[in-house]
């Protein structure tokens, strides 16, 4: 069982004095020394304490891209050397700087949200001449997080997520 359901949940109803999800705009956050970044399914109480409830459902987005990534390359034979984000979480600087770090790669994303939308809509005035390719690249910008988590630290903290998806699987 994935994280996805809660943190649906939470993205899409303001909680007390928290907003949606992706739209907190923490920068740095307290590093969560305990077991609740390995949050997999629901907790049976979603409001103790949320704050590390909503890092912890960040940080499975994280795991689980890095997971899926890896194996791409590995795949693929070849190493993963920038991961390119977009859509809504990407408003959310410590998901962008977590994913960072847990993957060990830069992670470069765009001032437009939802490129995947923009590339379309792109597309389809490129095909019919009404926008020049030049004049629309010329205009999109890229903020870069790079990896600066200590290596022993991801370490644990990924193999601490391997090891709960493991024994959800096992169980």
Request: charged residues 20%.
């Amino acid at each position: 069982m994935s994280c996805k359901i809660p943190l649906v949940w939470f993205c899409n109803i303001p909680i007390g004095r928290f907003s949606p999800i992706f739209s907190l705009k923490t920068t740095k956050a307290r590093v969560i020394q305990n077991e609740a970044c390995k949050y997999i399914g629901v907790k049976p109480d979603l409001y103790d304490p949320i704050e590390e409830d909503v890092k912890a459902g960040l940080e499975c987005i994280a795991y689980q891209i890095t997971d899926l990534t890896l194996r791409m390359a590995q795949d693929a034979g070849l190493p993963l050397s920038e991961l390119r984000a977009d859509g809504g979480p990407t408003a959310n600087k410590y998901l962008m700087q977590f994913q960072s770090d847990i993957a060990q790669v830069t992670v470069s994303v765009s001032d437009v949200a939802e490129l995947s939308g923009f590339g379309a809509a792109c597309a389809a005035g490129f095909s019919c001449g009404l926008y020049a390719p030049e004049t629309i690249f010329a205009n999109t910008h890229r903020s870069y997080f790079t990896p600066e988590m200590d290596n022993t630290e991801r370490e644990a903290r990924y193999n601490g997520w391997q090891k709960a998806v493991r024994q959800v699987l096992t169980h």
